[in-house]
């Protein structure tokens, strides 16, 4: 689990730092300028950090099922040589799946005059930037972006539903509590990561507005990767301590 994390550290320090610091820059000028070429890689490699996330996510949930419903055989099948492949699959994976969108985007004519209604290079702002049809694109994006979403819900779904039906097969609620208490925080991570990314690559947004989409991307740009360390060591007793004793003083800082 820790091995996967320190890739899904890696994943996420890629996304913050591809956005992040633009996304400051952005916020002190009026109007910040960036090439065709600069904007197609920072969508490339936005995408490249958000698919492999979605396949980290799938795999660590494999994981989690595992070393729940086959404890004994665990280390077995959970073992080093396993966890290198499925980490290159991913990342494999990750870096290929928003090329053929790269690729067809390449060929569209765009206007000179045009600006960027958003905070960084996402596929509606540029496509909106384009003279061209821009049809074959979307309809390529969305079919993409649904299997990549789609196939890692599946199985972080079948891995969940096989957990549950364990916990649900022990005999004592202090066992269930400790088993599911062993999932929780990345079942935290999964429903917040992967409720916004549906709704703004899968579900058809010919009613979401540019401010909405602007607010569900900075939820997953910059919340999400904020709250998971933050998730994942809850269960730390020093940072548990750090964040009691900074609750304890809000009201003295208050004062002052």
């Not at 899904?8 to 820059?25: G, K």
Request: aromatic share 12%; glycine share 2%; proline share 3%.
């Amino acid at each position: 689990m820790y091995f996967f994390l320190s890739n899904l550290s890696a994943c996420e320090i890629i996304l913050t730092t591809n956005i992040v610091p633009n996304m400051l820059y952005l916020l002190t000028v009026d109007l910040g300028i960036i090439s065709v070429t600069e904007c197609f890689l920072q969508f490339y490699m936005f995408g490249t950090s958000a698919t492999t996330e979605c396949f980290l996510l799938a795999v660590m949930s494999y994981d989690r099922y595992l070393a729940i419903c086959r404890p004994l055989h665990y280390t077995s099948i959970m073992n080093e040589r396993l966890c290198v492949k499925l980490a290159v699959v991913v990342w494999t994976a990750g870096l290929m799946a928003t090329l053929g969108t790269i690729i067809l985007m390449s060929s569209l004519q765009f206007c000179k005059t045009s600006g960027i209604d958003h905070f960084f290079c996402d596929r509606e702002p540029i496509l909106d930037l384009s003279c061209s049809d821009t049809t074959e694109v979307k309809v390529e994006a969305l079919v993409f972006s649904f299997c990549i979403t789609l196939f890692p819900f599946i199985v972080i779904v079948w891995s969940y539903i096989s957990i549950l039906r364990t916990i649900f097969k022990m005999i004592t609620s202090k066992d269930r509590h400790k088993t599911f208490s062993t999932c929780s925080s990345h079942l935290i991570v999964v429903s917040m990561y992967y409720g916004t990314l549906i709704i703004m690559y899968v579900v058809p947004s010919n009613n979401q507005s540019f401010n909405v989409n602007k607010l569900l991307s900075l939820l997953y740009i910059v919340v999400t990767p904020l709250l998971n360390p933050i998730i994942y060591s809850f269960k730390n007793r020093e940072l548990r301590n750090a964040l009691q004793q900074c609750f304890h003083n809000m009201p003295l800082c208050g004062k002052y």
